[in-house]
């Protein structure tokens, strides 16, 4: 699921976005011995919180795609993705702009590039969609032939809740692979029943591409294939037996799955790994496993719990990360939500990506105790049923039930959440649909295991409609949103709330949601209207009759408009703007277009002060500029526009105190320098080693006054400058530096020979982690170099089947070309 909130984005947060990509970098220390590439569940859920409180770009996003790219990088793609930066309190500003899909690039261990679509003044999905009424949530993607592919699926709104979204068709977007360049966006042949795109795998040079098909309450996995690497060709469906060429004739695999789920090959298996989707509301994520892409699919095997379901949050989506996982494991992440807005913007890092770890294959268990006997299930009237068994013989035997609703198409039976029954033999389940056939099965637990499923137990459930909720209480907030709050209802985990405008005569109650609990915040609502609020609960024997109706008018004025501002250009290309207040405590909204145009204002700043200073604008283009005052109630007229053109004057101080200092263990230099008054600069050196006249330049400026210049050559003498650039142009260069990086060639190589015709040679690294090449040679008969055909990593080499008493000298050979010194030993 997702969350939708509003789509107007502030100025001031599209003001922090440069040319539709911002080079920002969080990278976090990953511990994973000689797994390079592979990271820890935490910390990639630490990296994306740095980058969410630290880029002042990405916020905090959903769904959380990733797909390798060439040079090590990995793309990592979001749907519904909020802009900015937390306030000093760490919450979601409310001016925090909202974009549908965006893109982040990781090299290097570190999260770098933001992408998205549109232009800083107006940033706009990655994917867009043609049809304004509609929008774009990510699928996963696929990379060949130097083009990233990316499924995307669309939807429009069906309702104001939070769950309101209807499918409308699959995008399919490309973009070039080395620098994310757009390409075209097109909608696919496919109808509106499955979503495609919840995992691409690739496997025997095609595609199989996964989706979901959501029916009622439930939710099939469903694949389709492509005939080679392109998903924009033709797809074929399975349909349970073979591929059709038809997507009506598409089967479904299994029930349970998440909007998005990851499948992948694991060994000789294929492993799908999903929220589960069986229950609602649920904290497990579980693993199937299958011999086929197709199926058959058996499990659940249980992964692990969710803890943010115990603090009142909502967990969706997984996403299997294979290529950065680490051996024996599998990286999974998970989205996670509130379905109470006011819990989301209160802390911006609850809607960010959370990563988790499993051991594969799981481990096996001991034989457990018998599966228990003699189970029954028995509907009772009040929409619940009462299972009960035979106990099992043994010692500290506890039990767990598992139920399977067949009307609904479930395929596999899921464990009931919860404590379960314990060592008790009978146990009471809630929340079923009226009328729907359910299994249930119960298994016994021990210190040795869990035992099979028992033979099955049905029944058809019987479930009234739930009571109304009562003592409705609604509270007007000073922005026109109102927040409701209810009575628990039991058996009963929806709510849905309506309002009616009283005052404009509406006759009958306008959904305002669907929303889980016993509160929700809806709105805003229309300044000075009368509305009576109601609220229905939403069970397994149909909708509740609404609750008593409770009225509420919220008030809201519109603050004047401010007089004319006045405008002062800036050297680094920004206009700072002054205006008269309007009254205390109001905040203020700038509005900025090019002048001349009589376009769009586009998406205005915020401030709370009566001055604010424009992002960097274009260099010698005229602008103009008017501001509105903004209180609880709503925004104001605009104040009389004023013109300035804007100019970026380049630096004209250089970097000071440059300095370098040499990694030797990763073979870099980092470069730090006193700031000359910019943002950004630009990196030169040159290898006098290797005889380079000129300075090079950096492919990518740096920001702030520290740089880590990588793909340096060991032993080689570098010379580094540091000049101060922006959109007016490169300031002067700094004082040159020099430093030469130290050879990584062994030292203390020794050899010795301790049995007969063996020889082993041991040494000391400079730099682990290195591969090298061990060179001998009999040099009492005068032999040339030879090079040992097996690489060796580590200290330590040993040969055998060496001629006794000759004399064997031994060297080792960098990558790079480098020697050590030279080793002797005679062999016994």
């Known amino acids: 699921m997702r969350t939708v909130t509003r789509r107007v984005l502030i100025g001031g947060v599209a003001a922090t976005l440069v040319a539709g990509a911002l080079a920002t970098a969080v990278a976090k220390s990953v511990d994973v011995g000689d797994e390079e590439g592979r990271f820890s569940a935490g910390d990639l859920t630490t990296m994306f919180q740095e980058y969410g409180d630290t880029s002042g770009t990405w916020l905090g996003a959903d769904r959380t795609a990733s797909v390798a790219l060439s040079g090590g990088r990995t793309l990592w793609l979001f749907s519904d993705t909020f802009l900015g930066r937390p306030g000093p309190d760490g919450s979601r500003p409310r001016s925090s702009g909202l974009i549908n899909n965006s893109a982040i690039v990781q090299q290097d261990g570190r999260l770098d590039r933001f992408h998205y679509g549109g232009d800083p003044s107006a940033p706009a999905a990655l994917v867009p969609t043609p049809a304004a009424a509609e929008f774009n949530w990510i699928g996963d993607a696929a990379v060949a032939g130097g083009r990233v592919q990316v499924l995307a699926n669309s939807y429009r709104r069906s309702g104001a809740g939070p769950l309101d979204h209807k499918l409308t068709g699959t995008m399919l977007a490309e973009f070039s692979e080395g620098s994310l360049t757009p390409g ?326 306008e959904a305002a949601g669907t929303y889980p609990g016993v509160s929700a915040t809806i709105g805003p609502l229309r300044h000075g209207h009368e509305y009576e609020i109601t609220v229905v609960a939403v069970g397994g024997g149909g909708d509740s009759p609404p609750s008593a109706g409770v009225r509420v008018t919220p008030r809201v004025a519109p603050p004047a408009a401010p007089g004319q501002p006045g405008a002062v250009a800036r050297e680094d290309g920004s206009v700072r703007l002054t205006w008269p207040s309007v009254a205390p405590g109001l905040s203020y909204q700038v509005f900025t277009r090019e002048a001349g145009t009589g376009g769009d204002w586009g998406v205005p700043g915020l401030t709370d002060r009566t001055t604010f200073d424009t992002a960097p604008l274009r260099h010698g283009r005229e602008y103009e500029f008017a501001v509105a005052a903004v209180n609880s109630g709503g925004v104001g007229e605009k104040s009389p526009p004023v013109r300035m053109r804007a100019v970026v004057a380049a630096p004209v101080k250089a970097p000071t105190r440059l300095e370098v200092e040499v990694e030797v263990e990763s073979g870099t230099a980092e470069l730090t320098w006193r700031s000359a008054g910019a943002e950004w600069y630009r990196i030169f050196r040159r290898d006098v080693t290797a005889g380079q006249k000129e300075f090079v330049q950096e492919e990518i400026a740096v920001k702030g006054t520290r740089a880590v210049v990588h793909n340096l050559a060991d032993g080689h003498e570098y010379e580094f400058a540091v000049t101060a650039v922006n959109d007016g142009g490169v300031g002067p260069r700094s004082e040159v530096v020099r430093v030469r990086l130290p050879s990584v060639a062994p030292t203390e190589v020794t050899a010795r020979s301790d049995e007969p015709g063996t020889a082993t040679v041991v040494w000391t690294e400079i730099r682990r982690g290195l591969t090298y090449r061990v060179q001998l040679r009999d040099a009492t008969t005068g032999e040339s170099w030879r090079t040992d055909p097996y690489p060796v990593t580590g200290n330590r080499y040993r040969t055998t089947m060496l001629p006794g008493g000759r004399r064997y000298e031994f060297r080792l050979q960098l990558p790079d070309g480098t020697m050590s010194a030279t080793a002797t030993t005679t062999i016994r």
Not at 381 to 395: F, R
Not at 422 to 440: I, P, Q
Not at 456 to 472: E, I, N, Q
């Open 184 to 509: 075209p966006v097109r909608k696919l042949p496919l109808g509106d029943r499955i979503s495609w795109g919840s995992e691409v795998m690739t496997e025997g040079g095609r595609y199989y591409i996964y989706g979901t098909e959501g029916s009622g309450a439930m939710k099939f996995a469903h694949v389709a294939r492509t005939a080679g690497p392109d998903l924009g060709g033709a797809w074929e469906f399975w349909n349970g037996s073979g591929w059709s060429a038809a997507e009506k004739d598409s089967a479904r695999l299994l029930s349970g799955v998440g909007t998005n789920y990851g499948v992948r090959r694991v060994g000789d298996q294929y492993v799908l790994v999903t929220h589960e989707n069986n229950l609602i509301f649920s904290a497990d994520f579980v693993a199937y496993t299958a011999d086929s892409p197709t199926g058959p699919f058996s499990g659940p095997h249980y992964l692990f719990r969710a803890p943010e379901v115990a603090q009142g949050h909502i967990v969706y989506d997984a996403d299997l990360h294979l290529e950065l996982s680490r051996k024996g494991r599998l990286l999974v992440s998970y989205n996670v939500n509130n379905l109470d807005e006011a819990v989301t913007y209160a802390d911006a890092g609850v809607y960010r990506p959370r990563f988790a770890e499993v051991a594969w294959p799981p481990a096996g268990s001991a034989r457990g105790p018998a599966a228990p006997g003699g189970l029954t299930a028995v509907a009772d009237g009040a929409g619940t049923a009462s299972v009960a068994w035979q106990p099992v013989a043994g010692q500290d035997i506890s039990y767990r039930v598992y139920r399977r609703d067949v009307t609904a198409g479930q395929t596999h039976f899921v464990r009931l959440p919860g404590d379960g029954p314990g060592s008790a033999t009978t146990y009471r389940t809630e929340f079923l649909t009226n009328g729907h056939d359910y299994e249930f099965a119960v298994t016994a637990v021990s210190e040795r295991g869990e035992s099979p499923l028992s033979p099955p137990a049905g029944m058809r459930a019987t479930v009234p409609p739930p009571d109304a909720p009562g003592t409705v209480e609604v509270r007007a907030l000073s922005d026109g949103r109102v927040t409701v709050r209810w009575g628990e209802v039991p058996f009963v985990q929806l709510f849905r709330v309506y309002h009616r405008d009283l005052t404009a005569g509406q006759r009958k109650p």
